[in-house]
């Protein structure tokens, strides 16, 4: 034993002695305990895998993969999301790590001494010197490290190490700390690390970062997706002790935190009575109480469940808030730092929100003077002009007089930010025979009903103006009768009215910009793409000299709208991601319904894609909000939810979601002329799916009377052909092809037929023009930029290829298959294709085949993917010194199929002696003598 230079004594690291607890070392305590190294070693050890755990292959490829030798991973995130069960999971998974070392740090290994014997344990080979020779003073951590990181693989390990340090956060003592800190920077290549902890790291990791290695994997790549939620419940379901609309609102409800929604599935397992909501189950109370609640001091309990009071919550909000009694410290930034499960608002600067099942059980007791509270956050929105926020909680602080108020002056701001939701409250709360003294309180609330879906209510409150107010307010009226027949389907009534609205000259800038906006959807509705964007173009201006972010995202929305009806999808994602990457990044932040009508029709491009998994982790976040509004976005929301199913064949879960649709828009009082078709339409599409072709058919009689009507409404312009689309498949599925064409050419002309109308006036006239009058009808009738929308032409290009190979026309259909192919490639448009799923896999059978479709890469691999098919040949085609005719090859196609010189006669409606003749043509072509070695030809060269 040797005295330090202050003359206490200083142990020696390897005498045998323990590192002392809880700090001794770094106090300079001479009480040390004795070191019991096979004590030490028991703490080196991989926590076991419960039997249920459920597979996550994407999250534990991306965590092999960040594990690579010399590199860092961090996992963080709070408590109960699984931290340590991926990433043991995915290292068990693996077999690029055999040589595993992983500590579960606790607070006793604040101790530098004890902390370098844990890793001296772990990062030398069995039978080693436990520690390394000569002695070390507390002071000499930092050399003892450099040592033992500075031997080789085979001085110390055969194989590189994969070392796991888990809690991390425990580790507080600034020596200890800076032990981590000289790990991270003096990593050899021999070993790879992982860090686990609740909260940041406490020192810089920028320079690993950019030196790329350095990966951090937060609470939002570990919770559950939408899938993974259904997955983890599935046995829950098959028992049925769960619905799949109840795991739809525990994942809303969680957002994919696995502890609560694996403690809950253990409760389901072993409860026999009357199944409780997440938040009440014991188990679920007692984690969040022990594990997020039950850390904190009182005063800091306080101030959570005051943030639970509002959706979000920023550091100065909170400041204007908070009382005497809470923890004027414990900010919203704090909680977050402290690895509570508190996120950030996206582009919302520094606002922050809770988990929502932490929020909702935080408000289950509550707490006084919650009103008062709700009034102080009212007016502190109200002084930064965020109106719809300063409403929202001066309706929750049941001050009517206030809200009112609030309504009056701010409507302007209210009625573009769309919060239905609010405003309907207020109008619950408003004094009998109000509506009949304000006149503009009418327009206001007629704006607020037309935005919600209720048109009805919308046209009430307009009749009831008396004469004089009418001629008064003549603009404003036009403007709000054009969105109302707008959201009604009728087109072009909404066109004349938008037009009327912009002739009175004391129209506002705002209601202009409105009747701008109605006028691009329109003429979008109806092809008449150039139209639609110079209305657009207006619409925008008008935006941009208000100074509004709110308006302008509309506008871009518009744009994008008709974008995606030419089919650009490519162009549609890059202005819907610029306008949402624009809203981020405005200090006055935008108008919520904006971003989610952005969020909305970006989901779409990415379905029209196939890219259903990105496209699903945005319905998750606009359809929250959506719900919040009462954003009749929903609606589009649902519906995607119900194709996104049908796609991937869970038919069940598709029709729980139109269920669900129908219960929200009955619930919110949507005008069934909205909500109706658009989901009878999908009911026929799922019965399709299920061949029960007679439910369909019951779903398409409830359907016509808007298919007489020609609805187009804002939501889904391209109803009315959609509609026909369903009709043609269902004839299809009845073997009524010569209807099924009728219709076919029918849509085909009707943006032409409709555009003479509006044009010229005309009325009545028929839709049913024959093919070979087509040219002459779109050039007497219709401008030269009035086509069909890209999606239904090509959903009908589609279903004339089922329909020539149901009568015979295999090249035909061939033909039409690949021009549908090369049309759809460059924007990877790829949803029609899968809507048709059970109609097209034959024909894509043969055509996929062919070395010719290998030309459009991947967009054709696409096809093969989700059709089940292999990938096409790659060697050229031998070219034949006289090509076959589509009649012959029709002939061959059925030859090949072994049908008779007879049967193909009948088929082709031919003479038998036509068909011999077409036989020996082919035969010599292809320089063969027999059907059976014109078939194996044929095969070779690619025509089968």
Same mark, same amino acid.
């Given at each position: 034993m040797r005295r330090g230079g202050t003359g206490q004594r200083v142990k020696p690291f390897d005498d045998g002695c323990a590192a002392n607890d809880e700090f001794q070392s770094v106090l300079g305590s001479t009480t040390q305990g004795e070191l019991i190294w096979d004590l030490l070693r028991q703490r080196v050890r991989t926590p076991e895998q419960p039997s249920d755990y459920l597979v996550r292959p994407g999250l534990s490829a991306r965590l092999q993969g960040a594990l690579a030798p010399g590199a860092i991973l961090h996992l963080e995130a709070p408590s109960g999301f699984g931290k340590t069960l991926a990433l043991s999971a995915a290292l068990a998974e693996s077999s690029g790590h055999p040589n595993l070392q992983w500590i579960s740090l606790t607070s006793q290994d604040n101790d530098a001494v004890r902390l370098l014997a844990l890793l001296t344990i772990a990062l030398r080979a069995p039978g080693q010197q436990d520690v390394p020779a000569g002695r070390q003073r507390v002071g000499g951590m930092a050399d003892a490290l450099s040592l033992l990181l500075g031997e080789t693989p085979q001085q110390t390990q055969p194989a590189p190490v994969t070392l796991v340090l888990d809690n991390v956060d425990q580790v507080v003592s600034p020596s200890a700390v800076a032990l981590l800190e000289q790990l991270l920077a003096e990593l050899p290549p021999w070993l790879s690390l992982a860090l686990i902890s609740r909260k940041a790291l406490p020192f810089e990791t920028h320079g690993l970062e950019l030196g790329g290695r350095f990966t951090r994997i937060a609470g939002d790549s570990l919770e559950l997706s939408r899938s993974e939620t259904l997955a983890f419940f599935e046995p829950a379901i098959a028992d049925g002790k769960l619905t799949t609309v109840a795991v739809e609102h525990l994942y809303s409800l969680t957002e994919g935190w696995l502890t609560p929604l694996a403690l809950y599935r253990r409760e389901l397992a072993t409860a026999t009575n009357e199944r409780f909501p997440i938040q009440e189950t014991l188990n679920v109370e007692r984690f969040l109480r022990d594990s997020v609640f039950g850390r904190l001091t009182p005063a800091q309990q306080r101030s959570l469940a005051m943030m639970a009071e509002l959706d979000s919550i920023s550091d100065d909000l909170f400041a204007a808030m908070a009382d005497d009694v809470c923890d004027r410290q414990f900010r919203p930034s704090r909680v977050v730092a402290s690895g509570l499960p508190m996120r950030s608002v996206p582009g919302r600067g520094r606002w922050y929100r809770l988990n929502p099942l932490l929020r909702e059980w935080l408000l289950v007791p509550g707490l006084d003077d919650r009103e008062a509270r709700a009034m102080v956050a009212s007016r502190w929105f109200e002084k930064r002009d965020e109106f719809p926020e300063a409403l929202r909680y001066a309706l929750i602080s049941n001050d009517v007089e206030e809200a009112l108020r609030i309504a009056a002056e701010g409507s302007e701001a209210l009625l573009v930010g769309q919060d239905t939701a609010s405003l309907l409250r207020l109008q619950r709360s408003l004094p009998a025979g109000l509506f009949q003294r304000s006149p503009r309180l009418r327009i206001v609330y007629g704006w607020v009903h037309a935005i919600g879906g209720q048109f009805r209510a919308a046209r009430a409150l307009l009749d009831g103006l008396p004469e004089e107010d009418r001629l008064a307010m003549k603009g404003r009226i036009h403007a709000l009768m054009a969105v109302i027949l707008r959201g009604e389907g009728s087109v072009e009534a909404a066109i004349e009215?938008?037009?009327?609205?912009?002739?009175?000259?004391?129209?506002?800038?705002?209601?202009?910009?409105?009747?701008?906006?109605?006028?691009?959807?329109?003429?979008?509705?109806?092809?008449?793409?150039?139209?639609?964007?110079?209305?657009?173009?207006?619409?925008?201006?008008?935006?941009?000299?208000?100074?509004?972010?709110?308006?302008?995202?509309?506008?871009?929305?518009?744009?994008?709208?008709?974008?995606?009806?030419?089919?650009?999808?490519?162009?549609?994602?890059?202005?819907?991601?610029?306008?949402?990457?624009?809203?981020?990044?405005?200090?006055?932040?935008?108008?919520?319904?904006?971003?989610?009508?952005?969020?909305?029709?970006?989901?779409?491009?990415?379905?029209?894609?196939?890219?259903?998994?990105?496209?699903?982790?945005?319905?998750?976040?606009?359809?929250?909000?959506?719900?919040?509004?009462?954003?009749?976005?929903?609606?589009?929301?649902?519906?995607?939810?119900?194709?996104?199913?049908?796609?991937?064949?869970?038919?069940?879960?598709?029709?729980?979601?139109?269920?669900?649709?129908?219960?929200?828009?009955?619930?919110?009082?949507?005008?069934?002329?909205?909500?109706?078709?658009?989901?009878?339409?999908?009911?026929?599409?799922?019965?399709?799916?299920?061949?029960?072709?007679?439910?369909?058919?019951?779903?398409?009689?409830?359907?016509?009377?808007?298919?007489?009507?020609?609805?187009?409404?804002?939501?889904?312009?391209?109803?009315?052909?959609?509609?026909?689309? !369903? @009709? &043609?498949? $269902? *004839?299809? /599925?009845? =073997?009524?092809?010569?209807? %099924?064409?009728?219709? +076919?050419?029918?849509?085909?002309?009707?943006?032409?037929?409709?555009?003479?109308?509006?044009?010229?006036?005309?009325?009545?006239?028929?839709?049913?023009?024959?093919?070979?009058?087509?040219?002459?009808?779109?050039?007497?009738?219709?401008?030269?930029?009035?086509?069909?929308?890209?999606?239904?032409?090509?959903?009908?290009?589609? !279903? @004339? &290829?089922? $329909? *020539?190979? /149901?009568? =015979?026309?295999?090249?035909? %259909?061939?033909?039409? +298959?690949?021009?549908?192919?090369?049309?759809?490639?460059?924007?990877?448009?790829?949803?029609?294709?899968?809507?048709?799923?059970?109609?097209?896999?034959?024909?894509?059978?043969?055509?996929?085949?062919?070395?010719?479709?290998?030309?459009?890469?991947?967009?054709?691999?696409?096809?093969?993917?989700?059709?089940?098919?292999p990938e096409a040949s790659q060697e050229p085609v031998a070219q034949l010194a006289e090509p076959i005719s589509d009649r012959e090859q029709a002939v061959l196609e059925l030859i090949a199929q072994g049908l008779s010189n007879q049967d193909i006669a009948d088929r082709l409606h031919i003479s038998l002696h036509t068909v011999k003749t077409h036989a020996r043509r082919i035969n010599a072509k292809l320089e063969v003598r027999s059907r059976t070695q014109a078939i194996v030809r044929a095969r070779e060269l690619g025509l089968l």
């Open positions: 009215e938008a037009d009327l609205a912009l002739s009175c000259g004391e129209l506002s800038t705002q209601a202009q910009l409105v009747s701008q906006l109605i006028r691009a959807s329109a003429m979008c509705a109806r092809g008449r793409f150039s139209e639609a964007r110079s209305a657009n173009r207006i619409a925008a201006r008008l935006a941009r000299e208000a100074g509004d972010p709110g308006s302008e995202i509309l506008a871009v929305y518009a744009h994008a709208r008709i974008e995606l009806g030419k089919g650009s999808l490519r162009h549609s994602e890059q202005l819907l991601r610029t306008a949402l990457d624009t809203a981020m990044n405005v200090s006055n932040r935008p108008a919520r319904v904006g971003e989610i009508r952005l969020q909305l029709n970006l989901a779409l491009v990415l379905w029209h894609q196939g890219r259903e998994a990105e496209a699903d982790r945005l319905l998750v976040t606009c359809g929250r909000y959506a719900e919040q509004s009462r954003d009749l976005g929903l609606l589009l929301i649902m519906a995607l939810r119900v194709l996104i199913c049908r796609s991937q064949g869970r038919l069940d879960d598709a029709f729980a979601w139109i269920g669900q649709a129908e219960r929200t828009m009955q619930s919110w009082q949507v005008d069934d002329t909205v909500y109706v078709p658009v989901l009878e339409a999908l009911k026929a599409n799922c019965w399709l799916a299920l061949d029960q072709p007679d439910s369909a058919a019951m779903a398409l009689r409830r359907l016509e009377p808007y298919r007489r009507r020609r609805c187009a409404p804002e939501l889904i312009p391209v109803m009315p052909g959609l509609l026909d689309c !369903l @009709q &043609v498949r $269902l *004839d299809l /599925r009845l =073997g009524h092809d010569k209807a %099924a064409a009728k219709l +076919l050419e029918a849509i085909r002309q009707e943006p032409f037929i409709i555009a003479g109308q509006a044009g010229e006036g005309q009325k009545g006239e028929s839709q049913e023009g024959e093919s070979q009058e087509g040219e002459s009808q779109e050039g007497k009738r219709a401008p030269a930029d009035v086509v069909l929308p890209f999606g239904l032409a090509l959903q009908v290009r589609l !279903l @004339q &290829v089922v $329909l *020539d190979y /149901r009568s =015979g026309r295999i090249a035909d %259909a061939r033909n039409g +298959l690949l021009t549908a192919i090369e049309e759809a490639a460059p924007e990877h448009y790829i949803s029609p294709f899968l809507e048709l799923r059970e109609e097209l896999v034959e024909p894509l059978q043969k055509v996929l085949a062919a070395p010719q479709t290998a030309a459009h890469g991947a967009f054709a691999s696409a096809l093969r993917h989700a059709f089940g098919l």
